[in-house]
T-cell receptor
Framework: AQSVTQPDIHITVSEGASLELRCNYS??????LFWYVQSPGQGLQLLLK??????LVQGIKGFEAEFKRSQSSFNLRKPSVHWSDAAEYFC????????FGAGTRLTVKP | GAGVSQSPSNKVTEKGKDVELRCDPI?????LYWYRQSLGQGLEFLIY????????KSGLPSDRFSAERTGGSVSTLTIQRTQQEDSAVYLC????????????FGQGTRLTVV
């Protein structure tokens, strides 16, 4: 069965610092992979997606993620975090049905 | 419509009552998903529809939960004999079937069982 693990429940970074959020998945075939963001009181918004091809994908708001098949990972990165990036981040896997990780809450320090 | 629409946005019900939550997906989206998000928690998968059929019902927490989809469009999630632990935000998402598609989410229904 497919599953997603986000090892970090909560991460705090300083504004301007780099960010990496971890995501590991279990899936029987080549998966579709996604990162969504949920800001306080807001709905879920897609940041980026991977279907095939180039393993480094660019998303909105300056985010990128790299698919590493050998490590079953799809980590999200941003070179310089802004205070507005404070939110809950969810990794998801699924070609037909979709399963989400437990989420990582990002706090940004001034 | 322009996006996934869920109704009601908020629902307060008494313990033991039945509730129905509605999801209107984006027109033409054949896949539809229901998730539950409890306070401070991740997205718990409930059920997934492809057209009107549900290939995967494995996430429904108990037989008090059921869902249907008619006409390949609107879906209803029904919770019978609600309990306090059912309090959560119920999220619906839809997705166009085919390659390279992502799911779009509604704003959710916040269910409070008192």
């Amino acid at each position: 069965a497919q599953s997603v693990t986000q090892p970090d429940i909560h991460i705090t970074v300083s504004e301007g610092a780099s960010l990496e959020l971890r995501c590991n998945y279990s899936y029987g075939a080549t998966p579709y992979l996604f990162w969504y963001v949920q800001s306080p009181g807001q709905g879920l918004q897609l940041l980026l997606k991977y279907f095939s091809g180039d393993t480094l994908v660019q998303g909105i708001k300056g985010f990128e993620a790299e698919f590493k098949r050998s490590q079953s990972s799809f980590n999200l990165r941003k070179p310089s975090v802004h205070w507005s990036d404070a939110a809950e981040y969810f990794c998801a896997v699924g070609n037909n049905d979709m399963r989400f990780g437990a989420g990582t809450r990002l706090t940004v320090k001034p | 419509g322009a996006g996934v629409s869920q109704s009601p946005s908020n629902k307060v019900t008494e313990k033991g009552k039945d509730v129905e939550l509605r999801c209107d997906p984006i027109s033409g989206h054949t896949a539809l998903y229901w998730y539950r998000q409890s306070l401070g928690q991740g997205l718990e998968f409930l059920i997934y529809f492809q057209g009107n059929s549900a290939p995967d019902k494995s996430g429904l927490p108990s037989d008090r939960f059921s869902a249907e989809r008619t006409g390949g469009s609107v879906s209803t999630l029904t919770i019978q004999r609600t309990q306090q632990e059912d309090s959560a935000v119920y999220l619906c998402a839809s997705r166009r079937t085919g390659l390279n598609t992502e799911a779009f989410f509604g704003q959710g229904t916040r269910l409070t069982v008192v």
